[in-house]
């Protein structure tokens, strides 16, 4: 997985970064934070995954399918991934 | 475009039904109908239209990205376009 | 229903925009558009059918939830309607 | 917040659980797993987060809005912020 080697260091930037945000969600449930507080801490770790999973789609998108080379095989087996990464995504 | 062109027929029915459940909305606006009910109505619309967006998304991949014997300019431009669309659908 | 009565005309001109754009998609399957110009238009119409359900759910809540006055069985009513159209719209 | 209270526990095992899940991923890419599995595995998150969501959201309505003996006040900054957390949410 050349692109995942290559974006390593980003990628896990944003994953820890919502892992952050998760534990904070945490904290406030058991602090018994404010429900609007919460609810907006949840929907920014929804946006973080959006933007997560937007990154790796397009990366998979660059490097499986449209880069040179490619063998048909493999790009017919990350287009499958690819369509069923979307459409479990956009549920 | 030919995969347009061999799954017109689908497309213009699915189309066709988007068309129908808004002029149901349409009618349920005019009548008064409970806001429940329209609340229902428009969550219906909006899942035709994400499974219209699903088949366009993968025929996309399929005829303009997996496709053997493409040019690496036409995939490079069907990602682009790919990853477009995706950015803005999964908004 | 008052706040569909008081918001009708607002509303009936989202939806014939809607109406509208659906009936652009029509057309651009029919005439084999590019797969990347329809895509682009299917976003915007999901984009559309947002915009309309957050000014429905934003009337249901200040009006059938919020609004003073209101009977303890209405609101219940109101708040089973609403959190089964949240469950659907977020799909 | 007494229904954060009361609903702590459930809540907290689901936040622990996504926890998991994003830990899981972090371990994905350090070990340079598959692209199609880890988008897998972040569309599962996603999911997760969407499930922690309504369940606040509902317990939110329920509590913040609908409940009998509530103060006209308590309910509109309850509408408010259910009305800011369904408009990102949904984005």
């Known amino acids: 997985m050349a692109h995942i080697k290559s974006h390593k260091d980003a990628l896990l930037a944003r994953v820890r970064r919502i892992?952050?945000?998760?534990?904070?969600i945490e904290r406030a449930i058991t602090n018994e934070t404010t429900c609007g507080e919460i609810l907006?801490?949840?929907a920014g770790v929804r946006g973080a995954v959006g933007g997560l999973m937007?990154?790796?789609?397009s990366d998979h998108i660059e490097q499986h399918l449209a880069r040179p080379g490619?063998?048909?095989?493999?790009?017919?087996?990350?287009a499958?991934?690819?369509?069923?990464?979307?459409?479990r995504y956009a549920k």
Request: no cysteine; glycine share 4%; net charge negative.
């Open 19 to 24: 892992s952050g945000q998760v534990a904070a």
């Open 40 to 42: 907006h801490q949840v």
């Open 54 to 57: 937007d990154e790796l789609l």
């Open 70 to 78: 490619l063998s048909d095989a493999a790009r017919a087996e990350a």
């Open 80 to 87: 499958d991934e690819l369509i069923a990464a979307i459409r």
